[in-house]
């Protein structure tokens, strides 16, 4: 088995982009800020390595607002956590999960907290069928010169006698959007504890609403706030 080094604690919590804000620096400047809600997150279940071959923790988020919306295996599987009934269930790798409980709830303050970086994955807002112009920053055709048309086509894609085809990976139009998503090194500008919100610094990826995953960052440390 591989062995995780350096996940001591849980370092990953689930949550949900609620939309963006500006604040202002000390020097007024304007500081894009988005605003997400961060957990309680209750353990529901513990992978160990005895039973499981690895340690892990399995988050829920966003309680379920009717129970009878919940199917019977899930109403047991949370029943037996001795937690309410969530929409969301995620596993999070630890190197210990005997430090935590089944039922467990954890906030976002136990685990971040404000100067931290945080990588944040999502998913992308989905764009529908689009061109090579928008999906891949083609600059398309020329305006003029004979051009008709193919303003915005992609032009020639480099097939003739040899090779007779065409290469797999071919940036072509096609499905744009929709898919899983990292941002990395946002810091965590302020942390509202009552209120279960973190704002972050830049932008997340996906729609407010959508399901996050902020886990602390794995490029950059919290004592790294100076050198910016």
């Known amino acids: 088995m591989v062995e995780f080094r ?23 400047n304007v500081i894009p800020i988005t605003v997400v809600q961060v957990g309680p997150c209750p353990v529901l279940q513990k992978k160990t390595l005895e039973r499981d071959g690895y340690q892990a923790l399995q988050l829920g988020f966003e309680e379920v607002k ?24 995620r596993e999070m790798r630890v190197s210990d999960a005997g ?31 689009a061109g090579v112009m928008k999906r891949h920053g083609f600059s398309g055709m020329p305006g003029s010169h004979g051009t008709h048309e193919t303003f915005r086509g992609p032009g020639s894609i480099g ?7 065409v290469f797999k990976g071919k940036k072509l139009p096609g499905r744009m959007g929709g898919e899983r998503v990292t941002t990395q090194n946002l810091r ?41």
């Open 6 to 28: 350096g996940l001591i604690m849980l370092n990953s919590l689930l949550g949900k982009k609620l939309g963006m804000m500006q604040m202002f620096s000390e020097d007024g």
């Open 66 to 89: 009717k129970a009878k919306r919940v199917n019977k295996p899930l109403t047991g599987h949370f029943g037996k956590a001795g937690a309410a009934p969530v929409r969301y269930l």
């Open 99 to 129: 430090q935590y409980e089944e039922g467990q709830v954890i906030r976002a303050d136990e685990v971040f907290h404000p100067g931290d970086f945080v990588d944040v994955t999502g998913v992308s807002k989905g764009k529908g069928f």
């Open 159 to 165: 097939t003739s006698a040899d090779p007779a085809r």
């Open 188 to 228: 965590v500008v302020q942390l509202l504890g009552p209120q279960n919100l973190m704002l972050i610094r830049g932008a997340v990826p996906g729609a407010p609403g959508g399901l996050l995953m902020i886990r602390k960052s794995v490029k950059k440390s919290r004592q790294e706030v100076g050198k910016e």
